[in-house]
């Protein structure tokens, strides 16, 4: 089974700072997705960005981007120019073979404060 | 926003009590999840469906069960709840063949064992 981990249980950046999520996972397969998911106190679960496995260029959306190094099995997430609004709870997340059901397995989270 | 409606939001019962949680969702997709969210833990998958009346078990499936009689809805229900059981529960839906096959999920509920 796929394990995804996440070391940092909490992570503090100042306001317009860049700050670097880590997530690390542990599977056999060679085609999959990964996810990084943002809860915000709300309790939302809102899609940040996404990876494809195969490909090697790194997934940016807006001010959030990834590191994927898909031999040392590695899928961090850069928040560039942080805001308030930045400071939620993040999760990585593993997408195996579709024909599985695509279920996503979850680290166990990150939560990010965002300082003035 | 995906149209997924959880239902209860918010409920608080005592131990060895039957507790249902619906999951309605109005997007015609064939996949549909439960999942808890536990501080520590983060979102772990109890039960999942791939069409009307096709589950298959999670990883912590152990006092849950769930069922699909119609595309638009899943159930989850704890037939004699217990206290461990007290958590937020997450519904999600995914299409079938999506090239990423990502999830869109519900608001949570927050269901409390006394």
């Known amino acids: 089974a796929q394990t995804v981990t996440q070391s940092q249980p909490e992570m503090s950046v100042q306001e317009a700072e860049t700050v670097t999520l880590s997530c690390t996972y542990d599977?056999?397969?060679?085609?999959?997705?990964l996810f990084w998911y943002k809860q915000p106190p709300s309790r939302q679960m809102i899609l940040v960005i996404r990876?494809?496995?195969?490909?090697?260029q790194n997934a940016t959306e807006n001010r959030f981007s990834v590191n994927f190094q898909k031999a040392a099995k590695s899928f961090s997430l850069k928040i560039s120019d942080s805001q308030l609004g930045d400071a939620a709870m993040y999760f990585c997340?593993?997408?195996?073979?579709?024909?599985?059901?695509?279920?996503?397995?979850f680290g166990t989270g990150t939560q990010l404060k965002v300082e003035l | 926003d995906a149209g997924i409606t959880q239902s209860p939001r918010h409920k608080v019962t005592e131990t060895g009590t039957p507790v249902t949680l619906r999951c309605h969702q109005t997007?015609?997709?064939?996949?549909m999840y439960w999942y808890r969210q536990d501080p520590g833990h983060g979102l772990r998958l109890i039960h999942y469906?791939?069409?009307?009346?096709?589950?298959d078990k999670g990883e912590v499936s152990d006092g849950y069960s769930v069922s699909r009689s119609k595309t638009e809805d899943f159930l989850l229900t704890l037939e004699s709840a217990t206290s461990s059981q007290t958590s937020v529960y997450f519904c999600?839906?995914?299409?079938?063949?999506?090239?990423?096959?990502?999830?869109?999920f519900g608001e949570g509920s927050r269901l409390t064992v006394l």
């Open positions: 999600a839906i995914s299409e079938a063949a999506g090239v990423f096959g990502e999830l869109f």
């Open positions: 599977t056999s397969e060679s085609d999959y997705y």
């Open positions: 990876q494809e496995a195969y490909k090697q």
């Open positions: 997340a593993y997408r195996s073979d579709p024909r599985g059901g695509n279920k996503l397995t």
């Open positions: 997007e015609n997709h064939r996949y």
């Open positions: 469906s791939y069409g009307v009346k096709d589950t």
